[in-house]
């Protein structure tokens, strides 16, 4: 498999099943699965840069760096495990994380992370990691990454829910400033 390809074709989902499905006329049910047939069939249609094929699907599904989606049990269904700007129920178990979870971000927002701590922005959840290196790299796609640790098992005592997506990322509503170490 051409890994370039298999990229592309990985952005491409990211947007069509986390973001606008509407971009392909396809539609996801309440909890973000899309039809692996229709999905199929509107990529090609609409002629997104690559021929989509299940083959290509399931590579994509099976070795993507971040195990970004997920066929259902059957393999009929596709979904994104986190990640989504549009409203949908994944019906995550909420989980207790560790004492410490991570967050990376940059020096631009760093004035309104202290004022309101931080918010989901676009997306549904606000993303944590549970290790130093992922929240590095995730900090580092728009700079130079600042990495803040989280209180989460303080955060978990006060209350606060915490969820983790089947790709092992950690999810919450909110953190406010008071559970955040700034270096
Ligand atoms: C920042 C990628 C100002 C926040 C990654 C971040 C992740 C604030 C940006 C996943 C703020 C939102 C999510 C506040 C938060 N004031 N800025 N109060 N609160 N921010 O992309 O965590 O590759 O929505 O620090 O790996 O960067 O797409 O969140 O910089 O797992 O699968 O606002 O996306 O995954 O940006 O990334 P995002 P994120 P994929």
Redesign the pocket.
């Known amino acids: 498999m051409n890994e370039k390809i298999a990229k592309s074709v990985s952005k491409f989902l990211?947007l069509v099943l986390?973001h606008s499905p509407e971009t392909i006329g396809l539609k996801l049910d309440e909890n973000g699965w899309a039809d692996v047939e229709e999905l199929i069939l509107k990529c090609n249609k609409k002629g997104s840069q690559n021929q989509m094929t299940a083959e290509l699907l399931d590579y994509v599904v099976e070795n993507n760096d971040?195990k970004?989606f997920a066929f259902n049990e059957d393999k009929t269904k596709i979904r994104?495990s986190?990640?989504h700007?549009i409203s949908v129920e994944l019906n995550l178990a909420e989980t207790e994380p560790s004492e410490y979870l991570y967050?990376?971000?940059?020096g631009k927002?760093?004035?309104?992370?202290r004022?309101?701590?931080?918010?989901?922005?676009?997306?549904q959840h606000?993303?944590?990691?549970k290790d130093k290196e992922?929240a590095i790299?995730?900090?580092s796609?728009?700079g130079i990454a600042q990495i803040?640790k989280i209180k989460s098992g303080e955060m978990f005592k006060d209350g606060f829910r915490f969820y983790l997506s089947e790709?092992n990322?950690w999810l919450t509503d909110e953190?406010p400033p008071k559970y955040i170490e700034f270096n």
């Open positions: 990211s986390r971040k970004r994104a986190q990640g700007s967050h990376g971000t940059v927002f760093m004035e309104s992370i004022k309101e701590g931080l918010k989901k922005m676009s997306r606000v993303h944590l990691s992922t790299k995730v900090g796609r728009r803040l790709n990322v953190v």
